[in-house]
């Protein structure tokens, strides 16, 4: 089964509000993580990663979190707008096995209502 | 650049049939991937390359098949295609595949196969 998975399928929000997207991921070797963006019938588009020695890392209107004390990574997505609205993936990678593979999980789909 | 460039963008086969899925990449990276996404899933790893003339299966390699004879092109053949291939195909690629080294996406293939 897949190692990289989501709390909720489906987030619906109201524009201006922050957004919140949870992933859960299951091995611990997982050292890099990556956030894709994918909006309808275009390709995941890289929105922010993180190394595993970091626990935060921040972008514009976007920051990550890490806790690998319970295997958690979460989205967040400081005053949301419609052009957010889009397919969110998270992608582990485990540097030390086989470097080319990013496991990916199902999304969380984020819709803006203005 | 123009990044990484897919054809067609959309395409039917009937059961049988075969088609070769395009991938160019301008950006001179090393390693290029082919992943397909079902409805409502993340992407799943069909194959992978790390250099011209140097492939390797992925997750789910049966029914495909690769070359890479430039390091611009990576083709994904589809030999008696069956209705289970219908699916969204990218290929994406990367200048290396460590830790920090984002995919960079095509926009997709679209594909039924009926």
């Known amino acids: 089964g897949e190692s990289v998975g989501l709390h909720l399928p489906t987030l619906s929000v109201q524009e201006g509000d922050n957004s919140i997207i949870n992933c859960a991921y299951s091995n611990s070797a997982s050292d890099y993580f990556i956030w894709y963006k994918q909006e309808s019938g275009k390709g995941p588009q890289f929105i922010i990663d993180i190394r595993s020695n970091m626990d935060k890392r921040q972008g514009q209107r976007v920051t990550v979190l890490l806790n690998k004390t319970v295997k958690h990574l979460s989205l967040q997505i400081a005053a949301t707008q419609p052009g957010d609205s889009a397919v969110y993936f998270c992608?582990?990678?485990?540097?030390?096995?086989?470097?080319?593979?990013?496991?990916f999980g199902k999304g969380t789909l984020l819709t803006v209502n203005p | 650049n123009a990044g990484v460039t897919q054809t067609p963008k959309f395409r039917i086969l009937k059961i049988g049939q075969s088609m070769t899925l395009q991938c160019t990449q301008d950006m001179n990276h090393n390693y290029m991937y082919w992943y397909r996404q079902d409805p409502g899933m993340g992407l799943k790893l069909i194959y992978y390359s790390v250099g011209a003339g140097i492939t390797d299966k992925g997750e789910v390699p049966n029914g495909y098949n690769v070359s890479r004879s430039t390091t611009e092109d990576f083709p994904l053949r589809l030999e008696l295609a069956a209705p289970s291939q219908t699916s969204v195909y990218f290929c994406?690629?990367?200048?290396?595949?460590?830790?920090?080294?984002?995919?960079?996406f095509g926009p997709g293939t679209r594909l039924t196969v009926t």
């Open positions: 992608a582990e990678k485990n540097s030390g096995g086989s470097n080319y593979k990013l496991t």
């Open positions: 994406a690629s990367s200048p290396f595949a460590g830790v920090g080294d984002e995919q960079y």
